[in-house]
Structures are given as C-alpha cells and as structure tokens.
C-alpha cells in the first residue's frame, strides 16, 4: 500500500462544529435578545455571557438597580436566567450550530439557524426581537418570518450594539442609552 501524502505536506484538522445553547425564555418574555453564537468563554461555561469583560450582564443590572443581579458563577446561572425572564426578556442565539476557531462573528463558518418558529409556544407575550449586534441583526428579515409570518404577529426588530468586549467602539453608556431605549419602549424599566 502506498503512502498518498506529499513529503512536508502536514493534513489542515477540521474545523470544530460548535453546537449552541438552549433558549432562555418563558411565558412571560417579552423581548428576546439574539446574540449571533455563544463565544468560547460561554460554550465552555455552558451560560450566555460568560465572557467577563461582556458587558450584557453590568448593562441589565445598571437598568435595573432596585433588582440585584445574582452572583457569576456556574452555581448561580440558573438564578441569573430566572431573574432575566422574571423582568420580561429571553435570550437565544440566530445560530443552532457553527463552525469556529476563537469567538469573533467574523469566523463563524457553515452557520445553521435556530428554528425560530417552535420557540413561539413557549412566549405568547413576544413583542420584539433585540439583535445584540450586526451579525445576530443580518438575520433579522428571516426571524421575523420565521417568528410573524406563521402567526400573524407583528414583531419589532431591533439592533443593539453589541456587548462584546470586541464592540470597543461602543462605550458602556452608549451601549446603556441603546439597550434602555429599547425597554423602556416595552415597558421592561
């Protein structure tokens, strides 16, 4: 049997396929936040937003200061969940699966889409959908379809900027007026 491989030729590895996390959303979710996928910080934590330089997490608790936000931390994220959906928002991710080296949007590669359309049971009071950035907002056109179309809702989409620490060009307050604006227009603040 002959050896195929070319002398200094070294095989490229596969990309790593990444599978998302579940959906946070409840019967009371009135605006559910989509980030585009979870970075490596919040895949290895298993938590949206894990990153501790994101700032999603010291945005909401600086909206909602009379409310304190439960401590980081693996053994308190199912605290924080339930205190993001007891004030009416929900988080998902545009995308189910992806391939990706590190947690830049700009590397996402073969993306699959969430399947929208089965979430809506679970939100009967969804009144807008908040883009936590430019790629989860690309796709806004197809969640609101997904979303609206098959149920005759009619569905706000917003884009937020991002909370990354990679959205260095946003400051926390531009990005607090931006995310403040949006719940206050649905009666979340």
């Known amino acids: ?23 946070v959303a409840s019967k ?31 945005i909401l608790q600086a909206l909602w200061p009379q409310h304190p936000l439960p401590a980081a931390g693996p053994e308190h994220y199912t605290q924080r969940c339930d205190w993001l959906l007891a004030r009416g928002l929900g988080l998902w991710d545009v995308y189910a699966s992806c391939e990706r080296e590190g947690s830049l949007d700009t590397s996402i590669r073969n993306p699959q889409v969430n399947d929208f359309a089965r979430l809506l049971g679970r939100c009967p009071r969804l009144a807008a959908v908040a883009h936590n950035g430019a790629e989860s907002f690309r796709h806004a056109p197809a969640v609101l379809a997904s979303l609206g179309m098959q149920h005759r809702l009619q569905l706000q989409a917003v884009r937020l900027p991002s909370t990354s620490p990679a959205n260095a060009s946003w400051s926390f307050d531009r990005k607090l007026a931006a995310w403040a604006e949006l719940l206050s227009v649905h009666h979340l603040l």
């Not at 002959?2 to 996390?21: H, I």
């Not at 996928?37 to 330089?53: D, I, M, V």
Request: hydrophobic share 40%.
């Open 1 to 23: 049997m002959s050896d195929l491989r070319t002398p200094g030729f070294t095989p490229v590895p596969a990309p790593v396929r990444w599978q998302g996390l579940p959906p």
């Open 28 to 58: 009371e979710t009135v605006v559910l936040v989509l980030g585009s996928f979870p970075g490596a910080a919040s895949l290895r934590a298993r938590q949206y937003y894990a990153h501790p330089q994101n700032h999603f997490w010291k």
